[in-house]
């Protein structure tokens, strides 16, 4: 008669809770990699990651409303990317925009606009990376189609 292996205090413990999530979409990707890494996604996505512009006290009234405009647009065209997300509020709100590579046209639209902002940031595959601006950016280029 074979000797019944250990169990380990995981095994153990009752079944209160499931121990798998059904819905995960609310996880941030990087975390939907640490708990749960065959669930991850493969595609090669990059974001950008911006905030509200900072315009420097006593600009032109039409600097101020240029800027507030080209923000406005911005964040219309980072909420249609595919997983939008919007953290903090007032200056330190900042946005977040995934793309594809079958979306690289509206990743191209939304970086023309807040590309030059210092609050602009390139992740890659949800993470930062070092070059994501400088190499993995041009790169997705390649995927554009010419309109």
């Not at 964040?75 to 595919?82: D, E, F, M, S, Y």
Request: proline content about 7%; aromatic content about 10%; glycine content about 6%.
């Amino acid at each position: 008669m074979a000797e019944a292996r250990a169990r380990n205090y995981i095994e153990r413990l009752p079944e209160i809770i499931q121990r798998e999530e059904e819905d995960v979409s609310h996880l941030d990707p990087e975390m939907l990699e640490i708990l749960y890494p065959g669930r991850a996604s493969k595609e090669f996505t990059l974001s950008v990651v911006f905030g509200p512009p900072v315009v420097p006290e006593g600009a032109p009234e039409e600097a101020v409303e240029a800027a507030r405009r080209s923000y406005e647009r911005a964040v219309a065209l980072a909420q249609k990317g595919r997983d939008y997300r919007v953290e903090g509020r007032d200056r330190f709100e900042r946005h977040r925009a995934t793309y594809g590579i079958d979306e690289v046209g509206a990743l191209h639209d939304l970086f023309e606009i807040v590309g030059d902002t210092p609050s602009c940031e390139i992740l890659v595959k949800g993470k930062r990376v070092p070059f994501a601006r400088e190499l993995w950016l041009p790169f997705f280029w390649f995927f554009k189609k010419d309109d």
